[in-house]
């Protein structure tokens, strides 16, 4: 099992910046992919951006040269730097964790407003 625990939402301006953190506990080792997910009001969930053991990286077209995913294995911890914000960007943001076994883990969400 790993647990996900996401912080770091909230409101800013557009045009702004803001940094969601994700801290994984539990079976770490088992984890093949971890990944930021959003959901707008009344649209389905979205891939944002994921980061591979690997070191491979994808991002949404949306979001690309925007957005930054990171990580820190040291700390178990997976971050995603959001800049140049826009209103089109408000969602609860969800940290992801993968295996190659198939399991999903997911955490329970931060909400990012982008609003004047």
């Known amino acids: 099992q790993v647990q996900l625990m996401e912080s770091g939402g909230g409101l800013v301006q557009p045009g702004g910046s803001l940094r969601l953190s994700c801290a994984a506990s539990g079976s770490i080792s088992s984890i093949m992919v971890m990944a930021w997910y959003r959901q707008a009001p009344g649209k389905e969930r979205e891939l944002v951006a994921r980061?591979?053991?690997?070191?491979?990286?994808n991002y949404a077209d949306s979001v690309r040269g925007r957005f930054t995913i990171s990580r820190d294995n040291t700390k178990n911890m997976v971050y995603l730097q959001m800049n140049s914000l826009k209103p089109d960007d408000t969602a609860v943001y969800y940290c992801?964790?993968?295996?190659?076994?198939?399991?999903?883990?997911w955490g329970k969400g931060t909400l990012v407003t982008v609003s004047s």
């Open positions: 992801n964790a993968r295996s190659p076994y198939g399991d999903n883990y």
């Open positions: 980061m591979y053991n690997s070191g491979t990286i």
